[in-house]
């Protein structure tokens, strides 16, 4: 999941105008880690001789894709956002800013057409020649950064994340939808002993999709993605009886090797003018297939007195451990496929759109008998709400509300989440803020809390930054 499912969650969903020129932010999707998983993307405006393009990336951006500049605009603004790409991946954040800026101060000025988005107003655009297209492209990057606190158990500590996103319409009703994101996850120190001598791992998921509108209400958006193998280690604690026979705590060195494939089908209905409030209805349906392979090549106490992997597995034939280590040692290597379904509805109240999204959850074994799921899952799978579950859902529901004050984009989500086999429980609440520097320049922060209640790990609290900015050309 992205995370355990990434499972993610960022930049995730976007604003978008129908057939009347109205403006909405789309609900909140997550699904890669990891995201970005905790952004909005809101666009606006649009040429009403056209049909509205949404672009929907799960992590990403869904919203209109309309830009009627004139050819020099779209070219000049397109170069310079293709040359963030060839930058170095750790400068992607300050080259995004420049190379758009330059874009849109160095070539927009060459335009005699107006844009046809506005942050605030609709403004349209003047007549294009016959037979000129009238296409749009997004290119958005996030930075977040996550500390989990509270149980000292706990197997995750903190990630930083990297999302660059895009989108670039093919056709007036074709558009192609991508997303690269690289987390690091930090890892967690031992518990007891000396640290580890290696910890964390870099995780890469790959996204990319379709949008096709086949109307002006409908839309489809198939997407496939995917989680490169990598590797993750971590520490975990287990309780162990020494050879006198006092209970103690041992440090184990988890290496947990993961991967992941997946695809997922979005079928979207805009009402539009068809009653007196616009209103939304979005279906989601999707698949991930993961490969783990989990090991604890070292145990060790306070004292770093080594204990054996099989003294720890006749611990657990005699007196028992947990269930999740059980698990590991006799099942290192295994598959999981999960799928999920999602609804949403969210509805356009003047200057504030309103929703609710559901989802459920299945999966074709037991998660709880495969060991460290939430570790293997984390940012390799579909996002989840806004939040980064600690281990695999069961359900989850979300509330979320979007403000529209001028340049300005106020936007607040609430989460509620179960675990399977009652694991226990998580709520998140996210707030973002986004401003609109320009009709091309977009800029967002957002913090997000989330509490999870567990029965293996007790109370585990997570809090994540972050900030991102898009460009449209």
């Not at 995730?12 to 109205?22: I, L, P, R, V």
């Not at 672009?55 to 956002?81: E, L, N, Q, Y």
């Not at 991508?178 to 870099?202: C, I, N, S």
């Amino acid at each position: 999941m992205q995370p355990a499912a990434v499972n993610a969650k960022t930049d995730k969903k976007t604003a978008k105008t129908g057939k009347t020129g109205k403006i909405r932010a789309e609900r909140t999707v997550i699904r890669s880690t990891v995201s970005a998983v905790l952004a909005f993307d809101y666009n606006t405006g649009r040429d009403p001789r056209l049909d509205a393009l949404r672009v929907k990336d799960r992590g990403g951006a869904r919203g209109a894709r309309r830009c009627a500049a004139a050819p020099s605009t779209r070219v000049g603004a397109h170069f310079a956002c293709w040359a963030v790409r060839s930058y170095d991946w750790t400068m992607r954040a300050s080259v995004v800013v420049g190379v758009c800026v330059f874009g849109v101060v160095g070539f927009g000025g060459r335009s005699n057409a107006a844009p046809a988005s506005d942050p605030v107003v609709v403004e349209l655009a003047a007549p294009q020649p016959a037979g000129s297209s009238d296409l749009r492209n997004l290119l958005s990057n996030q930075v977040a950064f996550g500390s989990s606190s509270g149980s000292r158990s706990s197997p995750r500590t903190g990630f930083i994340t990297d999302r660059l996103s895009g989108s670039n319409d093919l056709n007036p009703s074709l558009g192609l939808l991508y997303a690269v994101t690289v987390t690091q996850d930090l890892g967690a120190r031992a518990t007891a002993g000396a640290p580890f001598p290696e910890r964390g791992g870099t995780i890469l998921h790959l996204l990319s999709g379709l949008e096709w509108q086949l109307s002006r209400r409908w839309a489809l958006i198939p997407t496939i993605s995917g989680s490169l193998p990598s590797t993750t280690q971590t520490s975990i604690s287990v309780p162990y009886q020494d050879t006198s026979g006092a209970q103690t705590t041992l440090a184990g060195d988890l290496r947990v090797k993961a991967s992941s494939v997946g695809g997922e089908l979005s079928a979207e209905l805009d009402t539009l003018d068809a009653g007196p409030v616009e209103v939304v209805f979005t279906m989601t349906g999707g698949l991930t297939n993961y490969w783990i392979t989990q090991a604890l090549p070292k145990l060790q106490m306070a004292d770093d007195t080594i204990v054996s992997s099989a003294a720890l597995q006749q611990q657990c034939q005699t007196s028992g451990c947990s269930q999740d280590v059980r698990n590991l040692l006799t099942r290192p290597s295994t598959n999981v496929i999960q799928v999920y379904a999602e609804g949403d509805v969210t509805a356009s109240l003047g200057r504030t759109d309103v929703g609710i999204t559901g989802s459920g959850y299945g999966y074709s074994q037991d998660p709880g008998q495969l060991g460290f799921f939430g570790i293997a899952g984390f940012a390799r799978g579909p996002s989840t709400g806004d939040g980064y579950p600690m281990a695999p859902l069961l359900v989850d529901v979300r509330g979320h509300v979007l403000e529209k004050l001028g340049a300005w984009r106020l936007a607040a989500s609430g989460d509620y989440g179960r675990y399977v086999d009652a694991e226990g429980w998580n709520v998140t609440g996210s707030l973002k803020a986004t401003y609109s520097v320009s009709k091309w320049i977009r800029l967002w922060a957002t913090g997000t809390f989330q509490r999870d209640q567990l029965v293996s790990l007790g109370v585990v609290n997570t809090i994540v930054g972050a900030v991102g900015l898009r460009c449209a050309f």
